[in-house]
Every structure is written in C-alpha cells, then in structure tokens.
Nanobody, 114 residues
Framework: QVQFVESGGGLVQPGESLRLSCTGS????????MVWYRQAPGKEREKVAS????????YYVPVVRGRFTISRDNAKDTLYLQMNNLKPDDSAVYYC???????WGQGTQVTVSA
C-alpha cells in the first residue's frame, strides 16, 4: 500500500518561504508523474504542481507559478516543493501523490498569516 509522508509545513508570515518534502515508500522513484496538491478549509483539493520522472518538465497552476518550485530526488524517493513569497491564500494542507491518487497521506499544514 502506498504511504506518502509529507513534512515541512508551518506557520509563516506573508512573503516568507517554506520547503515541503514528501517520501513515498518506494513509490516516488517508480512513478512518472508526481504531484503536489493542496486543500484549504471549505474548498476542494486542487493540484498545485507536477513534475515528470526526469525532473525537467515541471507544471504549475498559474497562482503559484514563479513562486513555487517542484523537484524530486528519485534516488532518495523524495518529492519537494519550495514555496517562496507565500501569501495568505496559500494556506492549506499540502499533499503529495501520483496523478491518479488512490489513498492519501496526512498532509502537512501550511499557514500564512501576519
């Protein structure tokens, strides 16, 4: 069973940065597309960024493009999300998963507040 473990979230002020990490029990190193999702209170879970196996074709939703950077280390079975210039609207629980998710990890809470 796939088990993703996300970490790195926290409480930060607007304009600050966080780096999220996700490990995947061997799944990340064997999956072509990996995705970061987020879910804010009262909203549906949404895709934030994705990346191909080689790590050279990232995709970002427009609201985070230019501020977030997705990367992966297949040898370490780890997915990353560097988040810069954070805004209050980025507050959510962040999850990593494949592009066809079946089960979800606990996620990591990101709160951006002055």
């Amino acid at each position: 069973q796939v088990q993703f473990v996300e970490s790195g979230g926290g409480l930060v002020q607007p304009g600050e940065s966080l780096r999220l990490s996700c490990t995947g029990s061997g799944t990340i190193r064997s999956t072509y597309f990996m995705v970061w999702y987020r879910q804010a209170p009262g909203k549906e879970r949404e895709k934030v960024a994705s990346i191909n196996y080689a790590g050279d074709v990232p995709y970002y939703v427009p609201v985070v493009r230019g501020r977030f950077t997705i990367s992966r280390d297949n040898a370490k079975d780890t997915l990353y999300l560097q988040m810069n210039n954070l805004k209050p609207d980025d507050s959510a629980v962040y999850y990593c998963n494949t592009d066809s998710p079946v089960t979800w990890g606990q996620g990591t809470q990101v709160t951006v507040s002055a």
